[in-house]
């Protein structure tokens, strides 16, 4: 009997936090390989947390972090992204000096096709990029920053994304694209994500299961309708 592929990403026994201040206590999670896996909960719980410590901006204090069965608990944030793990921050964290071409190119040290081929190809998953190459990063709205992030981030050729927050202070018409670029993503390139997210529309159209945090620990696991009544929300993590 063949044995199963390990998890893309798995997680155990997750501790982290900020000096002496203990954030994460005891995060476990799996995500498949293509698997679109969503974290809700209260602000505060951990959640910018747990993503900073997967992408090894926060070491672990306990427990351990592995990419297709390596352990990758002590590698830097560098060697994560070799390895193939995409980061989109809270907050989208652009170049805003430089043009959206410029902080494309940025986003190519990782590629494995050359910067051109590799720009061309993005930008047919993020036509709306097209008319703005020359324009500063800065001079576009909040969600047209957030397309540039997530498009920067997917010409490095990950193979897992770590998205947190992508709809923070976004108009609803680009809201709506975001959630369908990133499911083009998932068809298209069998890209996986682990997405923190407050709003539920779009953790629940995306996700292909939801995951519970609260006081730094994954307390159970949903469906994504879940995430559609508001009154079972509150009951899980009192966001309604």
Do not use: W
């Not at 070491?59 to 830097?76: K, L, N, Y």
């Not at 927050?165 to 298209?188: A, M, V, W």
């Not at 779009?202 to 559609?228: D, M, W």
Request: charged residues 20%; aromatic residues 4%.
């Amino acid at each position: 009997m063949v044995a199963a592929a390990p998890p893309l990403l798995s997680v155990e026994g997750l501790h982290s936090g900020y000096g002496r201040i203990p954030i994460l206590d005891g995060v476990a999670l799996s995500v498949r390989a293509g698997e679109f896996v969503g974290i809700l909960g209260h602000n505060g719980m951990g959640k910018t947390t747990l993503l900073r410590t997967l992408m090894g901006y926060l070491p672990a204090t306990a427990g351990h972090v592995r990419f297709e069965g390596a352990d990758i608990t002590r590698r830097s944030p560098t060697a994560r992204a070799q390895l193939g793990i995409g980061y989109v921050p809270q907050g989208r964290e652009i170049f805003p000096a430089l043009s959206v071409h410029e902080n494309l190119r940025m986003g190519c040290l990782l590629a494995k096709r050359g910067e051109d081929e590799t720009i061309a190809d993005i930008l047919t998953t993020f036509p709306r990029l097209k008319a703005y190459l020359n324009r500063p990063g800065g001079a576009l709205s909040g969600g047209e920053q957030q397309l540039l992030a997530l498009a920067r981030c997917l010409c490095g050729d990950p193979r897992i994304l770590l998205l947190d927050e992508p709809t923070e202070g976004i108009q609803p018409s680009i809201i709506e694209e975001i959630i369908e670029t990133l499911q083009r993503i998932g068809r298209e390139r069998g890209i996986a994500l682990l997405l923190v997210e407050q709003n539920l529309n779009c953790i629940a159209g995306l996700s292909e299961r939801i995951l519970i945090l609260q006081k730094g620990t994954i307390t159970r696991e949903v469906p994504p309708e879940v995430a559609r009544d508001r009154a079972l929300i509150d009951e899980f993590v009192g966001m309604a």
